[in-house]
């Protein structure tokens, strides 16, 4: 946008630069003076640079200045002007001019000077860009991972897998499925974050990490000396918030949760397509599906644990038999405990 009191600039620069408008490679507004340039910029976001004159009637170019960085953080200002003295190159850079050429116009500098500043918008618009897909990048990937994927071991330990002791657990909204069914994408979606922050709460404040987001189900991995332990106090935190929800947001529905807990030895790797560039940092073996079919096995508000762990922590844990259930690829029946406090 040009910004100046005297027509004859917008005739100079249709001439000047008629070869570039025609091509499209340059696009000019044009203003009467300040109050008129900050009413034409308003809604619009495709105008990259303003040369502005500084002595306009109604408002001036200096303060003109003063408003334009409320308008965009990345448009940039020339100012094009016959007062070429220090005090007003000082004054105009105080307030953000990016640039200054003087009267009468050299338009093969002038177009040097925008060519400059385009390139200098495009950088600031192309790190802007990053800063936000780093922002998005953050909301889909652990924090652990980005940090991995920053260091100088990412080339070399990407495909790297290792058999590891740890605990998984799974959380379930039990009757979600159906709720979500009879409400608009935006309400359940909206309610079932809500949902999920409570256990994401419970279990990093328990030492535990987010495996993966299933549905309306958390697989969470816990490692460390006292995995099994943490798993277990984030699974009682977890429910006994659930058991505190008194707002009744869906027609009545009172969200209730169902863990399956198992322990053991497990794979932990990257899972996935090297072809389509998609892996899934997470762990894989019969404790984790045994896990997933304790947590079905288990009633709303039930913690499932099996036999072998409840012999582990029945002294610390105090648990009630759920009884023997039938699961999915096991030969025998399994019996199951629920964990009370």
Same mark, same amino acid.
């Given at each position: 946008m040009a910004v100046d009191d005297e027509p004859d600039l917008e005739v100079l620069?249709? #001439?000047?630069?008629?070869?570039?408008?025609?091509?499209?490679?340059l696009e000019f507004e044009f203003a009467e003076n300040g109050q008129d340039a900050l009413d034409k910029l308003q809604g619009r976001d495709d105008?990259?640079?303003?040369?502005?004159?500084?002595?306009?009637?109604?408002?001036?170019g200096l303060t003109l200045l003063e408003h334009?960085?409320?308008?965009s953080p990345v448009m940039k200002t020339i100012i094009v002007s016959a007062y070429g003295d220090m005090e007003n190159i000082r004054v105009a850079m105080n307030r953000g001019a990016f640039d200054f050429v003087t009267k009468p116009i050299n338009f093969d500098d002038l177009q040097q000077t925008i060519e400059k500043t385009f390139n200098f918008v495009l950088q600031q618009k192309e790190t802007i860009k990053a800063v936000e897909e780093n922002d998005i990048l953050k909301m889909y990937v652990d924090q652990d991972v980005i940090r991995f994927m920053s260091s100088?071991?990412?080339?070399?330990?990407?495909?790297?897998?290792?058999? @590891?002791?740890?605990?998984? /657990?799974?959380?379930?909204?039990?009757?979600?499925?159906?709720?979500?069914?009879?409400?608009?994408?935006?309400t359940v979606v909206n309610i079932l974050n809500k949902y999920f922050d409570i256990m994401v709460q419970e279990i990093e404040k328990h030492n535990g990490q987010i495996d993966k987001f299933m549905g309306d189900c958390v697989m969470s991995v816990f490692r460390?000396?006292?995995?099994?332990?943490? /798993?277990?106090?984030?699974?009682?935190?977890?429910r006994e918030r659930f058991n505190d929800i008194t707002e009744q947001e869906l027609d009545g529905y009172k969200p209730e949760i169902s863990i399956g807990i198992n322990s053991g030895e497990m794979i932990s790797g990257n899972i996935g397509s090297e072809s389509l560039k998609r892996l899934d940092y997470t762990v894989i073996g019969d404790i984790v599906?045994?896990? #997933?079919?304790? #947590?079905?096995?288990?009633?709303?508000? #039930?913690?499932?644990?099996?036999e072998d762990i409840y012999q582990l922590r029945n002294k610390s844990f105090q648990c009630e038999?759920?009884?023997? @259930?039938?699961?999915?690829n096991k030969a025998n029946p399994v019996r199951l405990y629920n964990v009370i406090a």
């Open positions: 620069i249709r #001439q000047k630069y008629r070869r570039l408008i025609r091509e499209g490679k105008i990259d640079i303003v040369l502005t004159d500084i002595n306009m009637p109604k408002m001036d334009l960085s409320e308008i100088n071991q990412y080339e070399q330990n990407v495909l790297a897998n290792e058999s @590891v002791e740890a605990t998984v /657990a799974f959380f379930d909204i039990v009757g979600y499925t159906s709720i979500s069914e009879k409400y608009p994408p935006d460390g000396k006292n995995h099994l332990d943490d /798993a277990m106090e984030a699974s009682l935190a977890t599906n045994t896990a #997933q079919r304790f #947590q079905s096995a288990a009633s709303a508000g #039930q913690i499932a644990i099996s038999e759920i009884g023997e @259930v039938e699961l999915k």
